[in-house]
């Protein structure tokens, strides 16, 4: 019995319409992805989702227990903060956050992906630290979410 509702909730989530969220306009989006260096002392982060597994599922996403923004497939996020300093991003998962713990240098951009993750009730999220040239190429893919708005 377990496994057939595990089954349907996999295929439920696989399946299911895709997630949305408010998005930024096309220019702030734009000038963005430009990927100019952060302001004097400051480090940029980009937090990005692609697609694949989860699509129907939205995952906040906070920096230093200040909300991010609630993620959705193929959206990216991009907030400057203290340079030279130690910073916590985190991600909604299923039972709890998990947390990326990451120590930036003042004018430098980061690239955070946010994945996807099933589970045996619902999706998890993690966050894994991408190679520069990597998170370039696929925000440039994805169009930038409005930030501030979280579901907690």
């Not at 993620?71 to 910073?87: K, R, T, Y």
Request: proline letters at 4%; hydrophobic letters at 40%; a negative charge.
């Amino acid at each position: 019995m377990l496994k057939k509702i595990t089954l349907i909730s996999v295929a439920t989530m696989l399946f299911a319409g895709c997630a949305s969220v408010p998005m930024e306009d096309k220019a702030s989006s734009d000038q963005a992805k430009l990927f100019n260096p952060p302001s004097e002392g400051k480090a940029g982060i980009y937090v990005y989702r692609g697609g694949g597994p989860g699509v129907a599922l939205k995952k906040d996403i906070w920096i230093d227990g200040k909300c991010l923004g609630e993620s959705a497939p193929n959206v990216f996020f991009f907030e400057e903060v203290e340079g030279d300093q130690e910073h916590i991003i985190s991600t909604e998962s299923e039972f709890s956050p998990n947390n990326l713990n990451l120590l930036t240098a003042s004018n430098q951009n980061y690239f955070i992906r946010q994945y996807i993750k099933l589970g045996v009730f619902v999706g998890g999220a993690n966050l894994e630290v991408m190679d520069e040239s990597e998170g370039k190429i696929q925000v440039q893919k994805l169009e930038m979410a409005k930030k501030g708005r979280c579901s907690e």
